[in-house]
């Protein structure tokens, strides 16, 4: 495989990727970077070989959900940074699942990081980095026709059984899945006739938190947030576990 990759122009920048128009219609190109950014971009930063071990963990994370039914955007690994993916239009929601309290919703509620939810939480914010992505209410997505009732279930049924697998995954490995983000995009008919939702974006450390399940040792963008040190080690670690090659092209 080459790391050149037939690819159109860029559409988009983001903080940890670049997408690219692909070749074929319908299709773009997914570039993770080495960059990485916390509190909404207030922290910088680079993780030299990060782009490569998310890449290839989302690519793993993306078929096996495919393989219990949930449809994505994944088409194929291009090569070390690059994904090709179905063109969707992205619904403006972090869908935020949470098995175990960490992060935003220990400070916002003044909760003990580490205390295990009874049950699992779906929280949506709105996907807006100028705001800094609020938090909102089943509400707010119906009353602004963020999306409807129907893709609304939908968004709970698909998301309440990814979580049921990747934490059956991550605990066959050690690690606990505390919680992670997920976005949806809406795939049109080729005659725009209609619609069907998949999951979108990626699934990599950089967007869940995971825990050694003995040590409680932290494997994911926390060792960035919190300059704990050690982030690509931590990185390499899950993909290790989950039995994925890091040999690079580069
Ligand atoms: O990560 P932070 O403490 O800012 O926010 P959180 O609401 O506690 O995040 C919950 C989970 O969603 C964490 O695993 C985050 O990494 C992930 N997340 C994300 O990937 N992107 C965001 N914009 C917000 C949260």
Redesign the pocket.
Known sequence: MSQKTLKGEKLYEGKAKILFQGTEPGTIVQHFKDDATA?NAQKKGTITGKGIINNKITEFVMINLERIGIPTHFIDRLNDREQLVREVEIIPL?V?V?NIV????AKRLGLEEGRRLDRPLIEF?LKDDDLG?PLLAEEHILSLDLADDEELSEIFDMTHQINDFLRGMFAGVGIEL????LEYGRLYDEDDAGYVLILADEFSP????LWDLKTGEKL??DRF?RDLGGEVEAYEEVARRLGISLETEE
């Open positions: 509190f972090e935020i949470r960490a992060g935003t919703m914010s992505d505390v919680d992670f983000k950089d967007n869940c938190r994911d963008k947030r």
